[in-house]
C-alpha cells in the first residue's frame, strides 16, 4: 500500500490573502504537514500551472508529497504526487489510467455509500467528512460527528482521511477515532502563524503515535 500522509494541508488563497499558496505550503511543511493539496478554482490554466509547479518543488524539496485537486491536467503539467477527487469531479478511474498505479489518489465521500464508489474506483484513500461544522467549503453537507467516524474507519479498507471543521482543539479526538489522518484549511491557513498552527497539530500526531 502506498503511503498515505497524516497532515494534509489545504492551501487557501480566498479565506486569507496574506500569504500565497507556496508560502503557505513552506510555511506548513516547516510546521509538520507531510501532505499539500493545492485547491483552487478560479485562475487561468497556465496560472494554476504555475503556481503547482513552485509547490511541487517547494514539496520535493521539504520531503512533503503535493496532491492538487480536482484539476487532473494541472497534476500532470506540475508532475504532482496525485490527485484528490470530489464526487462530481473528474473520474477516479480514468484519472487512475492517466496518472498511472504510481500516483496517488483520494476520493472524498460523505456517506457510506460514496465510500464504496470510491474504493470500487481504486482511490488510495478516503476523505470523509465533514466530520464538524465547517465554512470553508461551501458545497459541505451536515457534520458527522465522532461517532459515525468510528463506524466508518472500521468498515473502510483504505486510510480514512478526515476533513470538516477540525483544528487544535478537536485533532485528538479525531485521531483518537481511528482516522488515519487529517485534512485541514482554515486553522492553518488563516492563523496569524501557519507554521506554528501546523507544529500544534503535528505534535497531537507525535502524541497519538
Known amino acids: 500500500m502506498k503511503k498515505i ?13 496574506r500569504f500565497s499558496h507556496i508560502e503557505l505550503a513552506e510555511q506548513a511543511i516547516s510546521g509538520g504537514a507531510d501532505t499539500i493539496q493545492f485547491r483552487q478554482k478560479d485562475g487561468s490554466t497556465k496560472e494554476l500551472i504555475k503556481i503547482a509547479t513552485g509547490m511541487k518543488r517547494v514539496c520535493s524539496e521539504m520531503g512533503a508529497a503535493f496532491i492538487v485537486n480536482d484539476r487532473i491536467d494541472v497534476a500532470i503539467a506540475a508532475k504532482a504526487d496525485g490527485v484528490h477527487l470530489g464526487q462530481d469531479d473528474f473520474p477516479i478511474g480514468l484519472a487512475r ?3 498511472g498505479n504510481d500516483a496517488v489518489i483520494g476520493g472524498s465521500a460523505g456517506t ?13 484513500y478516503v476523505g470523509f467528512g465533514p466530520i464538524y461544522a465547517t465554512g470553508s467549503k461551501d458545497d459541505a453537507g451536515p457534520a458527522t460527528g465522532i461517532d459515525f467516524l468510528k463506524q466508518i474507519v472500521q468498515t473502510t479498507p483504505v486510510p480514512v482521511i478526515a476533513i470538516g471543521g477540525i483544528d487544535q482543539t478537536n485533532a485528538a479526538q479525531v485521531m483518537a477515532a481511528g482516522a488515519h489522518g487529517i485534512a485541514v484549511i482554515s486553522c492553518v491557513c488563516c492563523r496569524e502563524d501557519p507554521e506554528e498552527a501546523a507544529r500544534k497539530l503535528h505534535d497531537i500526531f507525535s502524541t497519538d503515535s
Do not use: A, F
Open 97 to 99: 489510467k492517466l496518472l
Open 5 to 17: 500522509g497524516r497532515l494534509h494541508v489545504l492551501t487557501d488563497t480566498i479565506l486569507q490573502s
Open 112 to 124: 457510506p455509500e460514496e465510500i464504496v464508489t470510491c474504493v470500487q474506483e481504486g482511490v488510495d
